[in-house]
């Protein structure tokens, strides 16, 4: 079975990152300066990169060698991906890094035996025990207030990132001790170039309106925008033009929608209606 682009193309350091520059920003210097928080909360949409940073901030805080120019870590930030440490977190053999779906362990038994026990112990190799827990928000009240202590007085080893798309249902207690920080939508000046990357190495030529159509379709959402990447490859063609890709990317009106509004901010009524004409016939 082959793998996914959003998977075989996951960024490897923070420089290969799309977007989120405000976060970036604020952790590759943390991690210059040893001042990394204990706990840290990512919100925002899905497919913008939180579950990838907190990947990366896990591999950098136990990366054994050197980073990306060859300098000693020292005050460097990148993980170097050749060490044994990062190979082996590449390779999901890092018992250092703990991922939980919290969607699927919502209850307070999980949080206890996974996550709070788990965390008293240091860790068997690095100097970190990073807990990623994704969708944090579907833990349940019991599970929330068990983790709290947890937050409130960590072990020195012990990181937690917790990551949602729905911020307004974490509890304020849990929220205040954290670091937070919103992500961003990609933008499709952002998004364009890196789906023109994926599709140079695949050795397969795309027009630029197909990559343009498809950053529109994904609304801001990289792993959707490489998922329908994935399917336009998969119709077997060496040069995909819009007529093409047309064939396996999914029928959507945001385009017209889009002219719409445009034309009716600029004053042509005329061509608004048309569009909306078009909008409500059926199709063939």
Known sequence: MSETLYRKYRPQTFAEVAEQEHVLRTITKQL???TVAHAYLFSGPRGVGKTTIARLLA???NCEGKDASGEARGARYEPCNVCSACTDFVQGRMLSCIEIDAASQTGVDNVRENIIENARFAPSRGKFKVF???EVHMLSSSSFNALLKTLEEPPAHAIFILATTEL???PATIASRCQRFEFHRVPPAVMMPRLAMIA???????DED???????LSEGCLRDAESL??????LGEQHVTKDIAMLGLPMTNLALVADMVELGASGEARGAIMQALHLTSPRP
């Open 229 to 234: 990447l994935g399917q336009v490859f998969a």
């Open 132 to 134: 990623i827990l994704d």
């Open 200 to 206: 140079e190495k695949e050795g397969i030529a795309v």
């Open 210 to 216: 197909v990559l343009a159509h498809i950053a529109r």
């Open 168 to 170: 307004h249902k974490i």
């Open 59 to 61: 591999k950098a805080l």
């Open 32 to 34: 210059a300066t040893n």
